[in-house]
């Protein structure tokens, strides 16, 4: 009776042990998609953070090339030094090339903030106030966060 | 007499080789700044040949999320299929989020006449002519062209 009884306890545990070697084996299955969809909500997650930012300005035409040289200068350094500038794209269009856009894309909001203390922004900001006519700064969402920019500048060497 | 003149005809060849090799050397040496350049100079032209343009479009507000999902789908298939199109950035202003403004950029206009032709730009062309108030195509030269974007799109699979 004793070994009747040994015999079926030995089962029980052999089959809780099978039991639980399964919920292991299947836990372990799902762990590559499990890692995958945090590394993709940690990436959504990261985009909905950013700050996307139209930036319209009007350029006194006399002074449109010192400005520009001060745009170009602030822009390269901005997107060589600091990690939280995603992207500064400034485009002048052909029919009013004092009519300036910049597409500002910063990783957060405190990346913005460390970018408007930094030494080469407060040059470029305080070297063309007077060059200045206008300046519009508009919040915007991107239509399609998927569709990810990446912007680098190519070193001067 | 005829010993003396084949040794200084011997001497002159081997000054003549000497200065030869000295100047395929000199070549050889130059060469990787020679191609640099050219490729920098490929570059260059590659990016003067570039259409970069800001698509302003204003939107019917009734219809604003049906449009987003046109414009959603056809950006994403441009990017995916069109080596072509560059980029193609879509932001919706927070204040106004029926003002979109696209940052278009093409190879050239080869690829933006091709890309005008293809069977997801015209279902987007057409599905969303009733939905657009609005539409100004502005044409821009990049303020730092050195300051190259890339856009990629993530694939849903």
Redesign the interface.
């Known amino acids: 009776m004793k070994a009747i009884l040994a015999k079926i306890s030995k089962r029980k545990n052999m089959e809780s042990f099978n039991i639980q070697f399964a919920l292991v084996r299947k836990a372990l299955k799902t762990l590559p998609f499990f890692l995958l969809a945090t590394i993709l909500c940690a990436d959504a997650s990261a985009q909905q953070k950013q700050m996307?930012r139209?930036a319209k300005i009007v350029v006194d035409s006399a002074q449109l090339e010192s400005y520009?040289a001060f745009?170009?200068e602030e822009?390269?350094t901005s997107?060589l030094v600091e990690p939280g500038v995603l992207?500064?794209?400034?485009?002048?269009?052909?029919?009013n090339?004092t009519h300036?856009?910049i597409?500002e894309i910063y990783a957060d909001s405190n990346a913005y903030q460390k970018h408007i203390k930094t030494p080469h922004f407060l040059k470029y900001k305080n070297g063309t106030l007077h060059m200045v006519k206008a300046l519009e700064l508009?919040?915007?969402?991107?239509?399609?966060p998927?569709?990810?920019?990446?912007?680098?500048?190519?070193r001067?060497n």
């Open positions: 996307v139209l520009k745009a170009k822009i390269e997107l992207t500064l794209y400034a485009v002048a269009e052909k029919k090339p300036i856009t597409l508009i919040e915007t969402d991107p239509l399609v998927a569709a990810k920019l990446t912007q680098v500048v190519e001067k």
